[in-house]
């Protein structure tokens, strides 16, 4: 990839990318795409077979388990890949489960998980009927809501953890995890466009509100992972801050409310440039041989890094990626935004710094060299295993390790100039100095596959990969594809398309079996140990998101859809001159 400075008059820094063409022709692509479908029809088949309507399949032993409420969450979740792919037997097969799912009957509790049955059940309702026109998957989307209504029983409006739909209660802790609370916003905002009802965007408003209005003074306008949801503010006892675990989708439903509602809730966007503001100058990490770029959490008061790199992360470099696309984040102005309102309110030091970022970066350049380097290291930590296939977590070396050498890049020189630790200072360092080469982080790496994993050898001498395995299994997790797809999609650079590929290879390879795809217990084995499961996500979204890396036409243009958490994607819309004097919007 070649770099080339450009210093502008205000002497903001700007860094034109070049662009990697494939030599793959679109037919193949095209070919690539179906073998996909093939592979979806494959493991619905399988589901439907066996499974249904349970909730999904246990694809090692042919058999069913109601792990989601005992509703059939594989239907629901399948729904949009179905039209999507085509697939009209299978959806109209379907319908009539739907039709009969009684949402106050639960298995194997009284109680569902209300983030959950949102992003999955009523997520995959919304999108089917926002492609299909189905009334009846409308009908019964409003029938869930009913059922639900009793999550928002809380003091602040934020949801409870739990509901019974039969008893019309809610059940949970007083401190809740940033994911569970605040991702039913575009669900429910996009419920009431369609049903014209108040109610429904009063839930979601609410915790937009309550977001934006908390007191982030100590997180650096950073939504944190613990939250009172009785006086809808951050808890202060222990304050964790992550893009992993229990806070990933709320950091996301911050840029795509902004997104879905036609740039309409300024709130949503402010919170999220502060948010990305945070990740860039704090979380945002260098190992120390191959420099590759990783983002963790801090833990504790005295926060200090874990270097956990968790996969769930890896839904992060797609949201850089589709923030520097869809917003003019090189001209704020245009957006209503100014430095002066995003670091208000924050401690000096960290005033400062986001004055710094602020002003001495092309904001848009800044957030695809994040998305770049995040989604290469996401991309190496499959292709460094022997089966192609990515771990859950992974630790990050703090130091380098004995014997390894500081990765020598033949085009720019020896990158580890720039330094390990902190990304920003690296940044920092290397503008600074001239800006020569690559951005630290974002130059190619090849994968270091290891020959003898238990003891920590590498192929050859002094060569390592810069983490340990802490959870060796592959998910079936779509976080890394839509990362690469998004990348593919925002950026035109084949490269991502090529890497989504051959993970669908190893999926393939790996994970195959009689009646559909399993999760791998052990990636680094030869061959891998395989599990006993199928997560309805996996029809959802890893498969969702690889049929439209390789489908040469653009099926869910990026400026007219927002996908949810779940990858059900919801249409852009407007609220009218009528709706906002309904719904009392500014």
């Given at each position: ?21 494939s030599s793959t022709p ?25 499974a249904a309507p349970h ?107 739990s509901v019974s739909p ?421």
């Amino acid at each position: 990839m070649l770099y080339s400075i450009t210093l502008g008059p205000t002497d903001v820094l700007s860094i034109p990318r070049e662009i990697f063409r494939s030599s793959t022709p679109p037919a193949v692509w095209e070919a690539r795409a179906e073998q996909v479908k093939q592979a979806f029809v494959h493991a619905y088949h399988g589901y439907e077979e066996h499974a249904a309507p349970h909730d999904e399949l246990l694809p090692a032993t042919a058999g069913s388990v109601d792990n989601f409420n005992g509703w059939g969450v594989s239907v629901y979740d399948s729904l949009d890949t179905m039209l999507l792919m085509g697939l009209d037997d299978e959806f109209k097969r379907a319908l009539p489960i739907i039709a009969r799912t009684n949402f106050t009957s639960v298995t194997p509790s009284e109680y569902v998980p209300f983030f959950e049955t949102v992003i999955r059940y009523l997520g995959g309702l919304l999108s089917a009927y926002a492609m299909s026109r189905e009334r009846m998957l409308l009908d019964r989307a409003e029938d869930l809501t009913t059922s639900l209504a009793a999550a928002f029983d809380s003091k602040s409006g934020l949801p409870l953890y739990s509901v019974s739909p039969s008893a019309r209660r809610g059940k949970g802790s007083e401190i809740g995890v940033l994911a569970e609370i605040a991702s039913c916003q575009l669900e429910y905002s996009y419920l009431a466009k369609l049903t014209g009802k108040k109610e429904h965007l009063d839930h979601a408003y609410t915790i937009v509100r309550a977001l934006e209005h908390s007191d982030v003074s100590k997180t650096g306008g950073m939504l944190p992972t613990r939250w009172n949801v009785t006086s809808g503010q951050p808890w202060q006892s222990v304050l964790q801050v992550s893009v992993g675990a229990a806070a990933d989708s709320a950091h996301e439903y911050l840029l795509k409310q902004y997104l879905m509602e036609a740039r309409h809730d300024k709130g949503s966007l402010e919170l999220y440039l502060r948010t990305t503001n945070y990740i860039i100058t704090n979380l945002l990490y260098l190992s120390p041989t191959r420099r590759l770029l990783y983002v963790t959490d801090l833990q504790g008061n005295n926060q200090n890094p874990s270097r956990v790199f968790e996969h769930l992360s890896c839904f992060l470099p797609g949201l850089f990626a589709l923030g520097a696309y869809s917003l003019p984040l090189d001209r704020l102005s245009d957006l209503g935004i100014s430095t002066s309102s995003i670091i208000a309110g924050l401690p000096s030091e960290l005033r400062q710094k986001y004055f710094t970022l602020l002003t001495k970066y092309n904001l848009r350049d800044l957030h695809f060299w994040v998305a770049e380097g995040l989604a290469q290291t996401c991309w190496l930590t499959y292709a460094d295993q022997k089966s192609g296939l990515g771990p859950d977590e992974v630790v990050m070396d703090a130091v380098p390790r004995k014997g390894s050498e500081t990765f020598r890049d033949s085009t720019h020189g020896r990158e580890g100039d720039w330094g390990a630790g902190r990304w920003y200072d690296a940044v920092e360092k290397w503008r600074k100095s001239g800006a020569r080469g690559a951005p630290p982080g974002t130059a190619d790496r090849p994968p270091v596959v290891y020959d003898d994993y238990e003891n920590g050898n590498g192929p050859r001498e002094g060569h390592a990969r810069d983490y340990a395995t802490r959870k060796t299994e592959y998910l079936l997790r779509p976080e890394t594809i839509e990362s690469l797809y998004l990348m593919w999609r925002t950026t035109g650079d084949e490269r991502w398309r090529d890497r989504a590929w051959a993970i669908f290879e190893a999926i393939e390879r790996e994970t195959k079996t009689e009646t559909g795809y399993t999760i791998i217990k052990a990636v680094h084995r030869d061959p891998p140990t395989r599990g006993n499961s199928m997560p309805s996500y996996f029809l959802a979204e890893t498969l969702k998101y690889l049929y439209l890396a390789f489908n040469n036409e653009d099926l869910v243009p990026l400026d007219k859809w927002v996908f949810n958490t779940e990858a059900h994607p919801f249409p852009v819309f407007n609220w009218t001159v009528a709706e906002r004097k309904k719904f009392g919007l500014s």
